[in-house]
């Protein structure tokens, strides 16, 4: 079956076929079999190069079978797909055409080699993010579930993404990419334990160095009212029977715009 797949004269409806069985035939057959389905493919890419070994990729791909294929031939394999989505991603009409990079880039399935990762992570999290003008809404089934399917080495890398890559960084200037990186930690929260990670996203959404300034400014003007006006149990209270009413008031009102303040924080995300 794989053998008249990969014929350059392969028959139209024969091809279509194997689509249909070879799935379900893959589910069956002896690790042998599917070892060494791979690596015929190893030895097309050596013999004929990569345009030679296309189909034969294309048939491990269906089957869900790239795990099969030699380590260093999966590292250039996952490599030149994200590549492909990534380009896509800074085309004119890229949520036209992420859709189809990203799906095969799932096609080749969750175990990517660590020479691939960075890049692959890369493509992932752009196509996730969007840019200014919105996202490509059909490509985002595909980005999920590579993003729910990452190990922890993944999510470690996708972190150091969001703090430290320069194309990620400028994506979040704007506050649709901000809002979906939002969705994305909602999306892997239970994929990861570290804490830490929240600080990135509080400080990607500051857009501008007056937006950090103001929300340094916030910042150490909260500490300072919250430390007068501490746990009465475990500090001596500053405001008592005796205090004016007038004073009574004024502490109310600014701890209400603090409130009024976070809350629009919570939802704007800055």
């Known amino acids: 079956m794989f053998s008249n797949y990969i014929k350059p004269d392969c028959n139209?409806?024969?091809?279509?076929?194997?689509?249909?069985?070879?799935?379900?035939l893959w589910n069956i057959v002896s690790e042998d079999v599917k070892s060494s389905i791979a690596v015929k493919?190893?030895?097309?890419?050596?013999?004929?190069?990569?345009?030679?070994?296309?189909?034969?990729?294309s048939f491990l791909k269906l089957v869900n079978g790239v795990s099969y294929i030699p380590e260093s031939y999966k590292e250039v394999i996952f490599k030149k797909h994200?590549?492909?989505?990534?380009?896509?991603?800074?085309?004119?009409?890229?949520?036209?055409?992420?859709?189809?990079?990203a799906k095969e880039l799932d096609t080749l399935g969750y175990e990517i080699p660590i020479a691939s990762l960075n890049t692959y992570l890369k493509a992932v999290l752009l196509s996730y993010l969007g840019n200014c003008y919105g996202v490509s809404?059909?490509?985002q089934e595909y980005n999920e579930k590579m993003?729910?399917?990452?190990?922890?080495?993944?999510?470690?890398?996708?972190?150091?993404?969001?703090?430290?890559?320069?194309?990620?960084?400028?994506?979040?200037?704007s506050i649709g990419p901000v809002n979906r990186l939002k969705s994305l930690m909602d999306l892997i929260k239970?994929?990861?334990?570290?804490?830490?990670?929240?600080?990135?996203?509080?400080?990607?959404?500051?857009?501008?160095?007056?937006?950090?300034?103001?929300?340094?400014?916030?910042?150490?003007?909260?500490?300072g009212f919250f430390s007068m006006y501490r746990n009465p149990k475990a500090h001596t209270p500053?405001?008592?029977?005796d205090t004016q009413l007038s004073a009574m008031i004024e502490v109310l009102v600014v701890a209400s715009i603090i409130h009024n303040k976070l809350d629009i924080t919570y939802k704007t995300g800055y």
């Open 137 to 139: 809404k059909d490509a």
């Open 12 to 24: 139209a409806n024969l091809k279509y076929n194997v689509k249909l069985i070879a799935p379900s």
């Open 82 to 101: 994200a590549q492909f989505l990534i380009d896509a991603h800074y085309e004119w009409n890229n949520f036209y055409n992420e859709p189809n990079f």
């Open 190 to 223: 239970e994929k990861t334990m570290l804490p830490e990670q929240q600080k990135i996203m509080a400080f990607n959404t500051l857009r501008t160095p007056s937006e950090e300034s103001e929300h340094k400014g916030f910042s150490n003007f909260i500490k």
């Open 238 to 241: 500053r405001m008592t029977e």
């Open 147 to 173: 993003l729910l399917n990452l190990t922890q080495t993944g999510i470690r890398g996708l972190f150091r993404l969001i703090d430290k890559n320069v194309d990620i960084v400028r994506i979040l200037s």
């Open 41 to 57: 493919f190893a030895s097309l890419r050596e013999v004929k190069g990569k345009d030679g070994a296309n189909e034969a990729l």
